[in-house]
Each structure stands twice: as C-alpha cells, then as structure tokens.
C-alpha cells in the first residue's frame, strides 16, 4: 500500500512531470509539452488512449500534468497524484 500510495506517485511525477514536461519537453508547446508527457505516462502504466480504462486513466493523468504546469510545484502534482491513488486503491479494496 505504501508503494502504490506514496513512493509510485512520487516517483512517477518526479520522471513524467519534472524530468520529460519540465526538462525535456520543455521547449516545445506548452499544450504539445502537456499532451505528449500524459500520453507518455498513460502509455507507460499500459494503456491505450483507445481503450475505456487508457480514456479513464487519461483525464487525472492530464491533470497532474496541468497542476505541474499551472503550479510549477512538483509537489502539489505528487499531491494530486498520491490522492489519486489512495481513492482507487480503496475503491478496489472496497468492491473486491
């Protein structure tokens, strides 16, 4: 639990948002910057934007890359994200 709640999230922020949107990337548009590192880390948690769960694991992952962008804070994009998980983690544990 502990890996999936907080050091999956924070290390996954650290890579897509801080390394690829806020080093690698960017140069580039900023919406270009925002919509390649969510497809990026959509991809690499095995999804396909062409699938129900790659669509709805599409939109938090945007947001993450939105709260990056708007906040530059590296830390409130882990925030969001380790929420994220701490909600779908229960939610399996509930309805499984």
């Not at 080093?23 to 129900?52: D, E, M, P, R």
Request: aromatic share 14%; glycine share 8%; net charge positive.
């Amino acid at each position: 639990m502990l890996h999936l709640v907080i050091v999956g999230p924070i290390l996954e922020e650290l890579l897509f948002q801080g390394i690829i949107q806020g080093g690698i990337l960017k140069s580039f548009n900023v919406y270009i910057n925002v919509f390649i590192t969510t497809l990026l880390f959509l991809f690499a948690h095995g999804f396909s934007i062409f699938s129900f769960n790659g669509l709805s694991s599409f939109i938090p992952l945007l947001s993450f890359s939105l709260i990056y962008l708007k906040t530059k804070d590296i830390k409130m994009s882990c925030f969001g994200h380790m929420i994220n998980s701490l909600l779908v983690t229960l939610l399996h544990i509930l309805y499984n």
